[in-house]
């Protein structure tokens, strides 16, 4: 049986009298990717928000391998191994390339954020740095300013710092939007090859359901906030409730009328 790395019970945040996410309980297991749809409005970014740390629920627990971190703050949940891949709000904008990755490096081996001094007595950061860049097709661009890169690129350069990071966690938040199709492909390489490393978790918020499809273990549904089915993609996927609140489609006493 997979081990459970991460937990929620009953997660529940209200804004006013709008309930975003509501009574969300569900545990992930090491080994495992999980997408986790629904439609826009759903709760899918605020439910993930709950879990590293932006925002803190009104009810309900967070555990990270058994341990209670609800009212652990974002950074220290890094720290501790999860990883979450922002959407562009992660990057250092008047950084290069380069400077983006060592920075996360940097702050992965806890060796703080002098740029040149640490950097130049660590060769073996500056060989992963490069090996980064590599990774996320963005080599030829290390010494580009982030802001100046295209949408896609810093997309890529977003989930490149989380790989700097090598946390246990994976959380991506709709990994390819905004990029062309061209460069969709070097992202899902990624993803896939961190699905072989079975000690990973993967949590992925994702449109595209081609690719929901391809990469998921297991998907689960949230509408209104509310987790409405969980299961194998082709059960999920196939499920009346899920065909009218995410695909659109009428349920089928309806069709037949």
Same mark, same amino acid.
């Given at each position: 049986?997979?081990? /459970?790395?991460?937990?929620? #019970? ?12 509501n &009574?969300v309980?569900? &545990? ?21 928000n709950?879990?590293?740390? %932006?925002?803190?629920?009104? &009810? ?7 341990s209670?971190?609800t009212?652990?703050?974002?950074s220290?949940?890094?720290? &501790? ?6 959407q ?14 060592r ?17 130049? #007595? ?8 490069e ?10 661009k #290390?010494d580009?300013?982030?802001?100046a890169?295209?949408?896609?690129? %810093? ?20 990994? /390819?939007?905004?990029?062309?199709v061209?460069?969709?492909?070097v ?5 896939r ?24 273990d297991?998907?689960?549904?949230l ?19 899920? %065909?009218q ?5 009428a ?7």
């Open positions: 049986m997979k081990k /459970t790395s991460l937990e929620t #019970r009953d997660l529940t945040i209200r804004f006013g009298g709008h309930v975003a996410v &009574a309980s569900c &545990a992930f297991q090491a080994g495992t990717l999980t997408a986790i749809v629904g439609p826009n409005g759903a709760g899918k970014t605020t439910y993930f709950l879990i590293s740390g %932006q925002l803190k629920p009104s &009810a309900g627990q967070v555990l990270l391998n058994g209670d971190i009212s652990m703050p974002a220290a949940r890094t720290h &501790a191994g999860l990883g979450r891949a922002f562009l709000t992660s990057l250092f904008p008047n950084l290069s390339v380069m400077e983006n990755v920075l996360a490096l940097q702050s992965r081996a806890h060796l703080g954020l002098d740029l040149w001094n640490v950097w130049n #007595r660590h060769k073996a950061l500056i060989e992963r740095a090996q980064v860049l590599e990774d996320v097709a963005l080599a030829a #290390r580009a300013h982030a802001a890169l295209p949408h896609g690129d %810093q997309r890529k350069l977003e989930v490149g710092l989380l790989m700097a990071l090598d946390p246990d966690i994976f959380m991506f938040d709709e990994p /390819t939007a905004g990029m062309s061209d460069e969709v492909p992202i899902l390489d990624l993803i090859g961190l699905k072989k490393q079975t000690h990973k978790t993967i949590l992925l918020v994702e449109h595209k359901m081609d690719v929901v499809r391809e990469l998921a297991r998907i689960i549904v509408h209104n906030g509310t987790l409405m089915a969980d299961g194998d993609p082709e059960t999920v996927i196939a499920s009346p409730i899920v %065909q609140a995410y695909l659109g489609t349920p089928v006493e309806e069709a037949a009328a």
